[in-house]
């Protein structure tokens, strides 16, 4: 079912009243009552998305132990506003302007950690640096194979990302403390401020 938001609200990005706003709800296991809320300015390009939870207010830590190489096709639902955490491979993936909504496997965040990682080899000068990169790239590759188990942590302030694996019983979900929030970056859509009113969202199913 998508849902369009009939009137168009004013893009962030060039200031003309031309953003396009649609709802998806999607049917995730383990996570019922979840939207995917894109926004599209046809005028200029701009174009993000995020996920809403109707659980959205409350703050989540969803913690999941890949032992081996079933582990890594969980799936990983992150919202804009997700911080995702793997403490063995020192990576830490933190909400940003531009930040996007995605639905990947544990695989393909790994994949996407080995691409940066890649890069950072390209980009190194001191040998010192590179070292360090193709250390980084042999763990990184462990990981992505299954060899070297870790722990993959998404925090959520506003409770839109999720883990959902085989067994779900072996994800381990909490809330966040105050403190915990207060370091947390947000980042992402504040897109709950343009979606106040029901009165006019059109359903076109
Ligand atoms: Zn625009």
Redesign the pocket.
Known sequence: MVIFLEEKSE??????K??ESSFTSLNIPYFSEIFLVKFQ??????NVSDFLSTRYGKSIRCTYAVKSEKELAARVIRAATGTIRIPELGTIIEPGPASQAFITNIEGVVTNILDVAVTARKWAESEDEKRNCDLAIEKIKKAKSGELPFTLIIEDPFGNSMIIAKDQSNVSVEELTEEELRNLRTGGLMFFTTCDSDENIENTD
């Open positions: 893009c962030p990005f060039c200031g003309r031309s953003l300015c046809p005028l200029c390009g701009y």
